[in-house]
């Protein structure tokens, strides 16, 4: 038990086990509510982006590494997945953990220059990374189909059961989202987590008390790429079919939306934040086109813009800090009130004694 404890520090905390374990309960029962194809394929695709927001907020909330290509490993997990099952022919489960491997090497490739920048020159690095990727996808026609992207993908099968519903994915999607959580959890409440805790704070701070600060970065890069990357094959394996406009600069900013929204500090932002995003950018497509007479893509990207300015200026450590912090006071004032109370009554006892 001590050597389990040892690997995985998260355990140690019985808050976070509980939380885990409520967490996953409450996802298993939401289908019994929520039972509609529309509403469970919505939800799917919620589990798939949670887990890549995971990964982003690993790299951005905890090692403070701006990133506005994510969607790029988003996608070449999703291609890699594609190509290796519809051309070569292999078992989609490998395609997926190939898939993941590819992507964390890339990640691992790109790390070391990209992190040579700073501030708005890292986030357009970010940026050009995932835009060659996009041009890639677009252009290499021969591999990737191009603009009409790749067809007949194959289900993810569990022996004999192919996962063809909507319910059984998404019980698959929400069981790897837990993974992913436990995994996230685990890392940012290690000696990594304290490490990149360190260097969001100050870099040289950081490496003059000893911290590999190359290595913790190019660490929480892969970190985010491999969950990015099996998300990806997810979605590939779910819509048997990917294009380019699936993982353009416009998915890129969603995601750091996600993120943000949700809180980038806390691995836990990632589910609401990205819950809210996918809700609005449903209530949008619904409703702009009523109101401005056009598409909602005009008007899609401002409103995002709109949003992530709002967050950043009136809840600036994102949602769900602020509503833990928020109900914290509460039972702050709660225990005070009790407190004045009991002393109250306890003075009344003595002077009418």
């Keep these: 038990m001590s050597a389990l404890l040892a690997r995985a520090p998260w355990l140690r ?10 967490f996953a309960a409450a996802m298993a029962l939401v289908p019994l509510v929520f039972s509609t194809p529309y509403a469970l394929s919505t939800l799917v695709l919620i589990g798939i982006y949670t887990i890549v927001t995971i990964g982003l907020c690993i790299l951005m909330g905890y090692a403070g590494q701006i990133s506005l290509g994510q969607a790029a490993f988003f996608g070449l997990g999703a291609y890699a997945s594609a ?3 519809t051309r070569l022919g292999w078992s989609p489960w490998v395609a997926m953990a190939a898939a993941a491997a590819g992507t964390g090497f890339v990640a691992h490739l790109i790390g070391a220059p990209i992190f040579r920048l700073r501030g708005h020159y890292l986030a357009m690095g970010t940026l050009a990374f995932g835009a060659i990727v996009h041009i890639v996808m677009t252009e290499w026609k021969e591999v990737t189909g191009g603009p009409t992207g790749l067809p007949g993908i194959p289900r993810l099968a569990i022996g004999s059961l192919v996962l063809s519903g909507d319910r059984a994915y998404y019980y698959l999607v929400w069981g790897a989202v837990v993974v992913a959580l436990v995994i996230a959890l685990n890392v940012v409440n290690s000696r990594v987590g304290r490490a990149l805790r360190a260097i969001r704070d100050s870099e040289p701070a950081a490496e003059s008390l000893g911290v590999e600060v190359a290595r913790s970065k190019s660490l929480a890069l892969v970190t985010s790429a491999v969950f990015a990357s099996v998300a990806g094959s997810l979605y590939a394996h779910y819509m048997i079919f990917v294009n380019p ?3 353009d600069f416009g998915v890129s900013v ?29 209530v949008l497509r619904e409703a702009l086109p009523l109101v401005t007479g056009h598409g909602a893509g005009e008007y899609e990207m401002i409103a995002y813009g709109v949003l992530l300015v709002a967050i950043m200026i009136f809840l600036p450590q ?4 602020t509503a833990v912090e928020s109900v914290r006071q509460r039972g702050l004032a709660e225990s005070g009130m009790r407190t004045r109370i009991a002393r109250m009554l306890r003075i009344t006892r003595k002077e009418s004694g």
């Design 254 to 282: 969603r995601l750091v939306l996600m993120a943000a929204v949700g809180g980038m500090g806390t691995i836990w932002g990632a589910p609401a934040g990205t819950a809210a995003v996918m809700l609005l950018a449903l």
């Design 318 to 321: 994102g949602l769900t800090p």
């Design 13 to 22: 905390r019985s808050s976070t086990v509980w939380s885990v374990a409520a």
């Design 245 to 247: 406009t699936a993982f």
């Design 83 to 85: 190509i290796l099952t």
